[in-house]
């Protein structure tokens, strides 16, 4: 399992150049006028991790296979998008389909690229992002409640909890905030999320800056720095121009434009490790002499529904799971080190998996 994040931001912001540059590819027409991506790209991408590479070196493995992740570059969205303005709300039904968003926000002066708006204001431009998504979640909502009238006077147990929800949302809605702030039981998790509202997606918040502010940002990102804070969301500056450069170049003279630049790090891996926490993933590892493989799961996954990642008849049939902390496996140098150690254990049902844990599944069949 990887994830999927849905890229959104008003029109030329700079969605699609950094949608090419993640991707490496030129699938998204990155063009100065609004509207140019119709429908929405999708791109996967390998998550870099340095953890694999080390794995597959001290294991002789032949392959190296990480886990992915997915983009998805949806259209720009305008002030007036939930009521049919610029390319109307169709494009809000893509959000739906992502586990998060990253909201790129133009930080950037360049009077060669058109702002829809007449103006830079990125805190402005997410405030009217926001609210087209809070007015489609109450539009959506509206719909929903009328249609379960009959169904709770039959006495449909699902309805009566879809409904009480709903108008929880609904409330804060109405309040001008969006659904992620409502407070959900336990019991009541998994109808919260089958409801699909827009606006409790989880959102990163993407400052694009000029290639000089890619390492420290600028006065635009420091607001939006300030804005993420208060709501409790996460922020990166990128610089998209960059990203795209760098996609262009082999990884040696990309390290090197990297160094110039003074970065440590490119754009995407990052973007990556911050949607990773946004959605409190982490991943774990199999190696052996065929391939090495990294596995994403969300935080506290216990070992056989970790195991039903890669098939789901590990999950059915599991019986243990042999596993070496990551940091045992290079210190010991592999698997035969780290069992002669000691540092190979055998966990069960309830063993929650950690990130880096290398992992062999035993399963009956």
């Not at 997915?70 to 109307?88: P, Y």
């Not at 940091?327 to 010991?332: A, E, I, R, S, W």
């Not at 035969?336 to 063993?351: P, V």
């Amino acid at each position: 399992m990887g994830f999927k994040m849905g890229i959104v931001g008003m029109p030329n912001v700079g969605k699609s150049t950094l949608f090419n540059a993640l991707t490496k590819t030129a699938a998204a027409q990155a063009a100065n006028f609004p509207f140019c991506t119709i429908e929405p790209n999708v791109g996967e991408v390998g998550v870099p991790d340095a953890r694999l590479d080390t794995l597959a070196e001290i294991a002789g493995s032949k392959s190296i296979i990480p886990t992915r992740m997915t983009f998805v570059d949806i259209a720009g969205l305008v002030k007036g998008a939930s009521q049919g303005e610029g390319l109307g709300n169709q494009f809000l039904a893509n959000i739906r389909e992502v586990d998060s968003i990253a909201h790129v926000l133009r930080c950037f002066e360049d009077g060669d690229v058109t702002h829809v708006e007449g103006r830079v204001d990125p805190v402005a431009d997410a405030d009217i992002i926001e609210t087209e998504l809070m007015l489609a979640d109450i539009e959506s909502i509206e719909k929903r409640l009328k249609g379960l009238v009959r169904k709770i006077k039959g006495g449909d147990k699902d309805a009566v909890q879809q409904d009480r929800l709903l108008k929880a949302a609904l409330a804060v809605l109405e309040e001008g905030r969006p659904a992620r702030v409502v407070e959900v039981d336990e019991e009541d998790e998994k109808q919260w999320k089958m409801l699909q509202l827009l606006t409790t997606k989880p959102i990163l918040y993407v400052c694009n800056v000029g290639e000089e502010e890619a390492a420290q940002g600028n006065e635009f990102s420091e607001k939006v720095a300030k804005m993420a804070a208060a709501q409790g969301n996460a922020h990166v500056i990128i610089s998209a121009q960059i990203e795209e450069e760098i996609s262009q170049l082999e990884a040696e003279e990309a390290a090197m434009f990297l160094e110039e630049m003074g970065l440590a790090e490119a754009g995407l891996d990052r973007l990556i490790r911050a949607g990773y926490e946004l959605l409190h993933l982490e991943t774990y590892f199999t190696v052996g002499p065929k391939e090495a493989r990294a596995w994403t799961i969300r935080e506290g996954t216990k070992a056989p529904q970790a195991a039903g990642v890669i098939h789901g008849d590990f999950e059915k049939g599991f019986i243990r799971a042999e596993t070496i902390a990551y940091d045992d496996f290079v210190n010991f140098k592999g698997e035969q080190g780290s069992k002669e150690a000691g540092k190979m254990r055998a966990e069960g049902k309830t063993y929650q998996v950690k990130d880096g844990d290398v992992l062999h599944f035993l399963f009956s069949k």
